[in-house]
């Protein structure tokens, strides 16, 4: 995989670095050069250029990006102004960090792909989310074991928990499914909230929106995630 990474930070070199260890290639950027000089030889690429100007952003390697970070925490108006510009480019996915509820509407309203809080995630927690591909969240339980939340492969939709025999076949256990149900704030605002189902039973029949929570060996999750969706 290959990500492009706009923001040096604490939060962003960890994230980049982390990446780059996992295998990736990993291109960081920071318009200041102590930033790019700390975190040069610990990734693939580090480029000093100033993310809101859009002449200089089409400059960097996007036709092959597969996910674009912005990772920018100290400036909200930059991150906002950058985040614009690298939708004009129409990279495959894009996610964006959000310092506030405020800084969250507006760039989910430029139509970033997702929105992380870095208070709420840690760099190394969505490094491993995104190393493993079509996870949409996981926790770490120690280095080969991990809790994840994936979407139901199609394959086993309208089966049973026992029909589909998760368990024999890749030796991973099925905690429980989460709906998405759409929910208002207090402003009226409707978004989606997870809504976790409780102990999955054995007559439990798999739908078309489910997503798993699965615990198991890290190599056990990567093979079930090889299935076709």
Known sequence: MKYTIVGMGNFGAFLAQRLTELGHEVVGVDSRPNRIEMIQDKITH??????T???????LPMKDCDVV?????EDVGASIMTT?????????????????????TVIRAIGVDEIIHPE????????KRLELKGVL??????????????????????????????????????????????KANLLGMKS???????????????????????????KDI???????S
């Open 53 to 59: 100007d859009l002449q200089a952003v089409k400059n």
């Open 137 to 182: 969240d996981s926790l770490e339980i120690s280095d080969d074991y991990n809790i994840v939340e994936v979407k139901l492969p199609k394959r086993y939709i309208g089966m049973s928990l026992v029909e589909a025999n998760i368990r024999n076949e890749f030796s991973l256990n099925i905690l429980s499914t989460i709906k998405m149900k759409e």
């Open 120 to 127: 709420e995630e840690t760099a190394q927690r969505l490094a």
């Open 46 to 51: 580090a480029v000093l250029l100033d993310a």
């Open 222 to 228: 990567h093979k079930f995630l090889s299935l076709e």
């Open 69 to 73: 970070i912005i990772a920018i925490g």
């Open 84 to 104: 614009a510009i690298f939708k004009q480019l129409n990279p495959k996915r894009i996610i964006g960090r959000a310092i506030n509820q405020l800084h969250e």
């Open 192 to 218: 989606l909230k997870k809504q976790v189902t409780g102990v999955i039973k054995s007559d439990y029949i798999f739908a078309e929106e489910d997503i798993l929570l699965i615990f198991g060996m890290v």
